[in-house]
């Protein structure tokens, strides 16, 4: 508050403050002094009358003289203060009174000594009269010295008491408001002398502020004021000399700049030539690499495509290590030269990024499926970790998106010995439309120094020099991945300490898409229950969520030991599972135990999925009994995993190898491509999926073809020497618009085609695009999508067992049996009592579920008796109840026969076991 007063404000304030307060203290303080003095004086004066009157009455109050005693009263009223008077005799009766009614009660007491009792407006005294006042009078009467003659009642008023005391302080406050007031009136005259000058200090700034630099300020009357006008001037000819010295300095600079406008003139025309000769030049460039990085894509590709069929040819182990190492070759001669094209495409400004759906989890596992042999390799544990609360449903460029994780993921590999890396997705913030995404890539490798980070993203450049010829590389995709996150309004970082490992994060916004219907919990699968089991706790963690999203109750175990004791139990006691996934490695449990340890699960009415390091897998394969349907490698792939469960639930039919199904004609396709090797390679992947290929090496031969023949497909190979696929596609439009034809559907073969290529294809006439090299499951999926005709597909690696005739199996095996129970006859005995105890309870459910006509619940007890059958020696039963479940799931009009046959296979099985017994 006192920072927003003024000079003169402050000196009245000073001035005023104390001298206010010592005048009311003081003023106060002797007005109080006055008031307690004249109310002593007052008192002392009414008890000096009650003595003075006491000797007058003494004579008058023995002889009892009314008269006498009025007239004395009547006199002492003249005394100043004096209200009444009063003579009482010795009983304090009343013997004469003068003045009005006494206002104060009678004082009480007795006694030889004066009486007093004060009120608010007076004071009243009482005093005895005795003998020996007579004789102060004059009259000495012997013996009567103590005798009591009477009383003297005295009433003293405050009025004139109190009148003097207002008088004083108002006299006082007079004398207060006059010093004040000489106060103040001397605080102006200073506040002036003060005032004055400040505000000729506060013009001449003003002026000086305006550019008047010729202000000055005058002798102010003051040593302090004076010596600080003397410092304003001081500074006034200082921006004075300034203020000419920088015109000075502007004119000549002026003056140059315009003499050095024609030569910047002329620098400019030259730089504007010098421009468009480097964007012509790098045009020129982006061209040459494109047109040679398809050149060398193009035998490359070959290369693969037969690489890829030669391996399914027979051949020795040493040639399949051969093609082995020709296959990597290629593939990271591919890697470098798509690196080198992106490179250049994001030097020159030409990548246009792709806008489409995509499912977040399943390309952060798709990524980590494809590098998962190179971990492996080193032993490494992959894991992938997707928060529940992220959104999957995406819209942006997957294509790119992998690349960059691939890029992480595969740097992560390289510089890592042993432990883990982990792909993790988490929500940062979300909007209604929009999502804040963060990925990290964390691994326990050989860490960055703050100098590496620094050089991390340079281009032609690697984090460890001394390690650069071990993992190899271009130096290229850390600078790629940082210009696509920032292309795509993201930032990349890397956290990161010497020896521990590294993070490497993006963090990007991306639009919401619809839901995917694929990643709703399979029905089928909903509440059962599953066992998860493996050792990495962070792989364990990661896979109990993936099945949690899928709909199942899962527990999970650290070992196999402590899974097959769970198990064991819940089947004891009534509450079973139904699933399990066990984790695998060497280290953890050898493949010949895995083999015994399905067997025991499967007896306890579970089926299990294996997952296993991909170096692994070909060890663990001979030991399963369906190695195809259950052995997976890790990391779990969502979708895949999902799909296998459902096939376990849901067991389908096995289909011949490569046949097209019946009812169904061939598809005919037109192969265009100008290099041999390429044609000839999707001309055998098509003919080994069942279509009718006609092969052609030019846009002219392809033109002519599709005039001459029907085709429902066209697979178009985009740079071709005389006439592209692009203007062949086109010409081939315009024909069919002469004919009013429907449009032929074209595919374009393309390697590694960037965003605005797409998007030109599509332009020119194209319906889609595939980019080499081509795999046979590629072709199957871009002929049914554009001709309804499906190809071929190879065997299911797992389809559901074909039925076998019960009557030429056993009823009761107990040789069966006890291989079943791995050799221990009395765990045998007691899975076949377990068996036979719920036979007549699975067979009434069964039929009730039948009379009912609930195909569901039908399919649910069936499905148990035939978990429990499997480990049992009853090959019969177990048939039926394969047979049975089969027909049921397919919705087969056999299902009732089949379930025929399973009752009476129940009733053969319990006559059996009672002959036994």
Wanted: charged letters at 25%; aromatic letters at 4%; glycine letters at 6%.
């Amino acid at each position: 508050m006192l920072n927003r007063l003024g000079i003169r404000s402050r000196v009245l304030l000073l001035a005023l403050l104390p001298a206010s307060m010592m005048a009311l203290v003081l003023g106060g303080y002797f007005t109080w002094l006055q008031q307690s003095e004249l109310q002593a004086q007052l008192l002392q004066r009414g008890r000096m009358i009650a003595e003075q009157l006491a000797p007058l009455v003494a004579p008058v109050l023995a002889r009892n003289d009314s008269a006498q005693l009025e007239r004395i009263a009547a006199e002492a009223l003249e005394q100043a203060d004096v209200r009444a008077v009063s003579f009482l005799h010795p009983d304090r009766s009343h013997l004469a009174h003068a003045g009005p009614s006494m206002l104060n009660q009678q004082p009480s007491g007795g006694g030889t000594q004066l009486l007093q009792r004060s009120g608010n407006d007076a004071t009243r005294y009482l005093l005895p009269v005795f003998g020996r006042h007579r004789e102060l009078a004059g009259e000495r009467v012997p013996g009567e010295a103590d005798r009591l003659l009477g009383w003297v009642e005295i009433e003293l008023s405050h009025d004139g008491t109190l009148l003097r005391g207002y008088r004083s302080l108002f006299a006082s406050l007079l004398l207060i408001l006059v010093g004040l007031g000489a106060t103040a009136l001397l605080a102006l005259r200073m506040s002036r002398t003060i005032n004055g000058p400040i505000g000729q200090i506060k013009f001449a700034v003003n002026q000086l502020k305006d550019g008047n630099l010729e202000q000055r300020l005058p002798s102010l009357g003051s040593h302090e004021l004076d010596e600080l006008a003397n410092g304003i001037n001081r500074m006034a000819e200082t921006l004075h000399n300034a203020h000419e010295e920088l015109q000075h300095s502007i004119d000549q600079a002026t003056e140059d700049v315009r003499q050095n406008l024609e030569t910047i003139e002329i620098q400019n025309i030259e730089l504007d030539m010098a421009r468009k000769e480097a964007l012509e030049a790098s045009r020129i460039k982006s061209e040459f690499l494109a047109n040679m990085s398809h050149e060398i894509r193009t035998p490359l590709n070959g290369i693969l495509g037969f690489t890829h069929l030669l391996q399914k040819s027979e051949l020795t182990p040493r040639q399949l290590d051969y093609l082995g190492t020709i296959e990597k070759s290629a593939d990271s001669l591919l890697g470098i030269i798509n690196e080198i094209l992106d490179f250049s495409k994001i030097e020159a400004g030409k990548l246009v990024l792709d806008s489409i759906p995509f499912n977040l989890r399943d390309l952060i596992q798709d990524t980590l499926t494809i590098l998962a042999p190179a971990a492996h390799a080193k032993q490494l544990e992959l894991v992938s970790l997707v928060y529940r609360d992220t959104p999957l449903s995406l819209v942006g460029d997957p294509l790119r998106l992998k690349q960059i994780l691939t890029n992480l993921v595969s740097n992560a590999i390289k510089f890592t010995r042993e432990g883990t890396i982990v792909a993790r997705a988490m929500l940062d913030d979300e909007t209604e439309d929009s999502v804040q995404l963060r990925i990290c890539v964390q691994d326990t490798g050989i860490g960055l120094s703050s100098q590496d980070v620094r050089a991390l993203f340079q281009a032609f450049s690697q984090a460890d020099n001394s390690l650069s010829r071990q993992p190899g590389g271009t130096g290229l995709g850390l600078v790629i991945s940082k210009r696509l996150i920032e292309q795509m309004g993201g930032e990349i970082g890397v956290d990161s300490t010497p020896g521990e490992g590294s993070q490497f994060w993006i963090s990007l916004n991306l639009p919401k898409a619809r839901d995917d219907a694929e990643d709703l919990p399979p029905q089928a699968l909903q509440g059962r229950r599953m066992a998860i089991v493996d050792d990495h706790e962070l792989a364990r963690q990661a896979l109990a969520h993936q099945m949690q999203d899928c709909g199942l109750d899962v527990t999970t175990f650290t070992t196999s030991e402590q899974l097959l004791k769970g198990i064991e139990a819940a089947f004891l006691a009534g509450q079973p599972f139904e699933l399990a996934i066990m984790g695998v490695n060497l280290q953890s449990l050898a493949p010949e135990r895995l083999g015994q340890y399905i067997q025991r699960l499967e007896h306890f009415a579970c089926q299990a999925l294996v997952l296993c390091p991909t170096t692994e897998q070909a060890l663990y394969h001979p030991h399963l009994p369906n190695a195809h349907g259950q052995l997976h490698a890790k990391p779990a792939c969502t979708r895949k995993v999902r799909r296998a469960l459902l096939e376990l639930v849901q067991p389908r039919r096995t289909s011949g190898e490569y046949k097209v199904p019946s009812g169904q004609r061939q598809p005919r396709v037109l192969c265009v491509d100008d290099n041999p090797a390429n044609l000839l390679l999707v001309q055998t992947l098509l003919e080994d999926l069942g279509a009718d290929v006609l092969a052609v090496d030019s846009g002219h031969a392809a033109i002519s073809a599709v005039q001459d023949e029907h085709f429902d497909l066209v697979l178009m190979d985009v740079q071709m020497p005389v006439m592209d696929g692009r203007e062949c596609t086109e010409q081939i439009r315009q024909w069919e618009a002469t004919r009013s034809a429907p449009a032929l559907p074209i595919v374009a073969l393309t390697a590694h085609a960037m965003a605005n290529e797409k998007r030109a294809l599509l332009h020119s006439g194209m319906d889609d695009y595939l980019t080499k090299p081509i795999s046979e499951r590629q072709l199957a999926q871009v002929v049914l999508k554009w001709t309804g005709l499906q190809l071929g597909s190879p065997t299911n690696e797992r389809g559901a067992e074909l039925p076998v005739d019960g009557n030429d199996l056993k009823v009761l095996d107990p040789e069966e049996g006890l291989r079943l129970a791995a050799g221990k006859p009395d765990l045998a005995a007691d899975m076949l009592a377990m068996l036979l105890a719920s036979l007549d309870a699975d067979r009434d459910a069964i039929r009730c579920a039948r009379e009912a006509d609930d195909r569901h619940a039908t399919i649910e007890r069936v499905h148990r008796l035939n978990g429990a059958t499997r480990y049992c020696g009853v090959p019969q039963l177990r048939a039926a109840c394969q047979r049975s479940e089969t027909l049921l799931k397919q919705d087969d009009p056999e299902a009732q026969r089949a379930l025929d046959e399973l009752d009476q296979a129940i009733n053969r099985l319990t006559t059996v076991a009672r002959q036994s017994a």
